[in-house]
């Protein structure tokens, strides 16, 4: 394996997957003469090597784009033959792994490449959902390849590398020196396009091999492995760190391994996966040190998608919940609307096992986007300092009691003990359990043992659903 900063294309492949396990498809395929590239120009298997492999023993299909050969730029033979992959991939139910390095469309070819990119957009679109699609960039992805990595699953970018529709310079008031809108720093934090950025293309690479290990191959497939972990074991002091769901679900996590994707947008949601007693676990949580606990536009968004790709793939769901509402601002009230339907639809919507706990203050409306049993979670569990209501007691307090409060000496303590008569009676977790809102209150350090024994029990889940083409929205 080479340990260059930057590989060639084929680098990029033996250093993806499992040694020598690397079949190529297409060696022998150049560019087709045209108008303006009447066999002029030499392209060696026009500028893409293709082909499949292993990666930890799982069948993998992947292409590789060689900026060495005009620029790595798509033309019609370099984009028909990663549809064959796709077609490939398709039928044998694998993975595809895009590396890419592309200049854009091929300008010589015209129409040629117009029409077998746009065809190659179709085979991507087909593959959604029925094989998972991961994407790396490791120098330019511009404009219908910005497209093509957006239609994929997961998205990696190498620093220095650039992921754009228009470039920087083609933006009206802005210039690449003002602000890189390509730059993968930039498209990671303020787009939901990008799962991580790396430093190295050895990193980036390692990243997807980690992804494609812990994803099940197709969508009539598992990704269950050996556990190892101590199914029993205890967690003392979680409950420390209940602001923190990035580190609770690191220490509930078989071996404390935590694949997150999108780490730099919607910061206040945590998504990514996790293995309990082998079996992979698709998790959604409120980052409560981020956002005071409040759900934005950008992570509703971002949590929405990621439940989508798990119901897609049978990955079960576990959502850690600490939601007090939504942000509040300009910005945020322009989308926080839709894209929190969004994800009451993507909970809703999903068939597959889905656990909840309740791990700090859960109110209103954005308890209920949070995979509440309301919206079809089929276990919900609290920690017994969690609280479930319609709005913060102090608050509901300060409007149930105000006449009270307003004849008291000392307002303060009337505040307090009117807050604390309404936490205790229906705001308090076991308030929720009491109605059968709760499954069970639970000691926090018993977490990672009793989600095993929930997943375990809905293993065998079926649940049918009306017919409908897709979702509406």
């Given at each position: 394996?080479s340990?260059?900063?930057?590989?060639?294309?084929?680098d990029?492949?033996?250093?993806?997957l499992?040694?020598?396990?690397?079949?190529?498809i297409?060696?022998?395929?150049?560019?087709?003469?045209t108008?303006?590239?009447?066999n002029?120009?030499?392209?060696p298997?026009?500028?893409?090597?293709?082909?499949?492999?292993q990666?930890d023993?799982?069948?993998?299909?992947v292409?590789?784009?060689?900026?060495?050969v005009?620029?790595?730029a798509?033309g019609?033979?370099?984009a028909?033959?990663?549809?064959?992959?796709?077609?490939?991939?398709?039928?044998?139910g694998a993975?595809?792994?895009g590396l890419?390095?592309?200049?854009?469309?091929r300008?010589q070819e015209a129409?040629?490449?117009?029409?077998?990119?746009?065809?190659l957009?179709?085979?991507?679109?087909?593959?959604?959902?029925?094989?998972?699609?991961?994407t790396a960039i490791?120098?330019?992805?511009?404009?219908g390849a910005g497209?093509?990595?957006?239609?994929?699953?997961?998205t990696?970018m190498v620093?220095?590398?650039?992921?754009?529709?228009?470039s920087?310079?083609?933006?009206k008031?802005?210039?690449?020196?003002?602000?890189?809108?390509?730059?993968a720093?930039?498209?990671?934090?303020?787009?939901?396009?990008v799962?991580?950025v790396?430093?190295?293309?050895i990193?980036?690479?390692?990243?997807?091999?980690g992804?494609?290990s812990?994803?099940?191959?197709?969508?009539?497939?598992?990704?269950?492995?050996?556990?190892?972990?101590?199914?029993n074991?205890?967690?003392?002091?979680?409950d420390a760190?209940?602001?923190?769901?990035?580190?609770?679900?690191?220490d509930i996590?078989?071996?404390?391994?935590?694949t997150?994707?999108k780490?730099d947008?919607g910061?206040?949601?945590?998504?990514?996966?996790i293995k309990?007693?082998?079996a992979?676990?698709?998790?959604?949580?409120?980052q409560?040190?981020?956002?005071q606990g409040?759900?934005?536009?950008?992570?509703a968004?971002?949590?929405?998608?990621?439940?989508?790709?798990?119901?897609?793939?049978n990955?079960?769901?576990?959502?850690?919940?600490a939601?007090k509402?939504?942000?509040?601002?300009?910005?945020?009230e322009?989308?926080?609307?839709?894209e929190s339907?969004?994800?009451?639809?993507?909970f809703?919507?999903a068939d597959?096992?889905?656990?909840?706990v309740?791990?700090?203050?859960?109110?209103g409306?954005?308890?209920?986007?949070?995979?509440?049993?309301s919206?079809?979670a089929?276990?919900?569990?609290?920690?017994?300092?969690?609280?479930i209501?319609?709005?913060?007691?102090?608050?509901?307090?300060e409007?149930?009691y105000?006449?009270?409060?307003a004849e008291?000496?000392?307002?303060?303590e009337?505040?307090?003990?009117?807050s604390?008569k309404i936490?205790?009676?229906?705001?308090s977790a076991?308030?929720?359990?009491r109605?059968?809102?709760?499954d069970?209150i639970i000691?926090?350090?018993?977490?990672?043992?009793?989600?095993?024994?929930?997943?375990?029990?809905?293993?065998?889940?079926?649940?049918?659903s009306?017919?409908k083409?897709h979702?509406?929205?």
């Amino acid at each position: 394996m080479s340990d260059k900063l930057t590989l060639s294309a084929s680098d990029r492949i033996n250093s993806l997957l499992d040694e020598a396990s690397f079949v190529e498809i297409g060696s022998e395929v150049t560019a087709r003469a045209t108008d303006f590239n009447e066999n002029s120009a030499v392209t060696p298997k026009d500028g893409v090597i293709t082909g499949y492999g292993q990666i930890d023993g799982k069948l993998t299909f992947v292409y590789s784009q060689d900026a060495s050969v005009l620029g790595g730029a798509i033309g019609e033979m370099h984009a028909k033959k990663i549809s064959a992959i796709y077609n490939m991939a398709m039928k044998v139910g694998a993975p595809v792994v895009g590396l890419i390095d592309c200049a854009g469309l091929r300008l010589q070819e015209a129409t040629d490449s117009l029409h077998s990119f746009g065809a190659l957009f179709k085979k991507s679109v087909k593959a959604s959902g029925i094989v998972p699609q991961i994407t790396a960039i490791f120098g330019n992805c511009g404009g219908g390849a910005g497209v093509l990595a957006a239609l994929s699953d997961f998205t990696y970018m190498v620093e220095g590398s650039k992921l754009f529709v228009n470039s920087p310079n083609a933006i009206k008031g802005n210039y690449e020196e003002k602000c890189d809108t390509a730059a993968a720093s930039y498209v990671s934090s303020n787009t939901s396009l990008v799962d991580g950025v790396f430093a190295s293309d050895i990193e980036a690479l390692s990243a997807v091999r980690g992804l494609v290990s812990i994803l099940p191959s197709n969508n009539l497939d598992e990704a269950v492995s050996v556990c190892e972990d101590d199914l029993n074991r205890t967690i003392p002091g979680i409950d420390a760190s209940k602001d923190d769901a990035r580190k609770i679900l690191i220490d509930i996590a078989d071996d404390n391994i935590f694949t997150e994707t999108k780490a730099d947008y919607g910061k206040d949601m945590i998504t990514g996966f996790i293995k309990l007693n082998g079996a992979t676990v698709a998790a959604v949580a409120n980052q409560g040190n981020e956002s005071q606990g409040l759900i934005s536009a950008e992570g509703a968004s971002k949590a929405a998608d990621f439940v989508r790709f798990a119901d897609s793939f049978n990955i079960p769901v576990l959502s850690l919940t600490a939601a007090k509402g939504f942000e509040a601002s300009f910005e945020s009230e322009k989308r926080v609307a839709v894209e929190s339907a969004r994800l009451t639809a993507a909970f809703a919507d999903a068939d597959v096992p889905k656990v909840n706990v309740v791990i700090g203050d859960a109110f209103g409306s954005a308890y209920i986007v949070m995979n509440s049993k309301s919206i079809g979670a089929d276990i919900v569990y609290a920690w017994p300092t969690a609280k479930i209501g319609v709005t913060d007691p102090k608050t509901a307090a300060e409007i149930m009691y105000a006449d009270d409060i307003a004849e008291a000496d000392d307002k303060k303590e009337a505040i307090k003990a009117a807050s604390d008569k309404i936490t205790e009676a229906q705001s308090s977790a076991l308030a929720a359990a009491r109605r059968g809102y709760i499954d069970d209150i639970i000691e926090p350090d018993a977490t990672r043992k009793r989600l095993i024994a929930a997943f375990d029990m809905l293993a065998t889940k079926r649940e049918d659903s009306p017919y409908k083409k897709h979702m509406a929205f």
